[in-house]
């Protein structure tokens, strides 16, 4: 295990044995995990077990959650109309979506009002869609077009559990920025209370990234850093501000850690965003 903090120990792997550099990965780690431990080279990585899930493909899309029953355009369809408490025209759908064409958007419009779970009303030479909320089926659309919000709900029930709960939990990276793909890591930051014995703690992350996996088939990767770490020297880790301007809390309240990080330095970061 490794915390966060200048005097914190190198990283272990499975057998205790130390990592450096390239070799920071936990066993099973795909390419992309290299990049993450070696930009966050000061705080623990939890090494996972979600590799059978990887290898089967049986991964979530936290952005495309209806994706679990189909990859067509009517999991992207149904989504945009059932986290909306509004009717939209086939243009305003396709604006929203940025990737299908018109065409396919109507073929898929009239495919699912004809099913009944569409709704479609006239609005002047043009035609407004909504999902059909008396539909049998809308209750379980919704349900899985708020998925990542049940995720959200489910790792906040564990973390609440533990004998020795973090201080905040968030999650950050593709997950948070609603850009999350099949073949993504779900990435979340812990701040840990410093007096918490280290194999409690272990025992404690390992658990949730088993359950992450389970419920997502995702790689789970968790990242720790010490309370008092986070206090002394947020502004100064990247992986803190990264989660301070873009990540989701899902246990206790992110303003402790947007105070630890400097506000200014959000700031600076989204006037950047807004930039570019």
Wanted: proline share 5%; aromatic share 4%.
């Amino acid at each position: 295990m490794v915390v966060g903090g200048s005097d914190a120990s190198a990283p272990t792997g499975h057998g205790g044995r130390s990592l450096s550099g390239s070799q920071w990965l936990s066993p099973g780690r795909r390419a992309s995990g290299a990049s993450l431990a070696l930009r966050y080279p000061v705080c623990s990585i939890v090494p996972i077990s979600a590799i059978l899930f990887l290898e089967l493909g049986r991964c979530m899309e936290l952005s495309r959650p209806l994706a679990v029953i189909t990859p067509t355009i009517d999991a992207d369809v149904l989504r945009v109309l059932a986290l909306a408490d509004a009717d939209f025209t086939s243009g305003d759908i396709q604006r929203l979506l940025d990737g299908p064409s018109i065409r396919g958007i109507h073929n898929t419009l009239g495919r699912l009002t004809g099913q009944g779970i569409v709704s479609r009303r006239p609005a002047g030479r043009a035609s407004l869609y909504g999902l059909n909320r008396e539909h049998l089926a809308a209750p379980y659309v919704i349900g899985l077009a708020r998925l990542r919000d049940e995720l959200l709900k489910r790792m906040g029930s564990e973390v609440r559990s533990w004998a020795a709960p973090p201080v905040l939990g968030v999650l950050f990276g593709s997950g948070a920025r609603r850009n999350h793909a099949a073949e993504s890591d779900i990435d979340l930051l812990l701040v840990r209370p410093s007096d918490i014995p280290d194999d409690v703690w272990d025992d404690q992350t390992e658990s949730l990234s088993d359950q992450v996996a389970a419920w997502t088939g995702n790689d789970c990767r968790i990242l720790t850093f010490t309370q008092s770490h986070v206090e002394e020297r947020g502004a100064n880790e990247p992986v803190l501000v990264d989660a301070a301007y873009e990540g989701v809390a899902f246990h206790g309240d992110m303003q402790g850690l947007a105070s630890a990080v400097k506000s200014d330095t959000i700031r600076r970061r989204r006037a950047r965003s807004k930039a570019t």
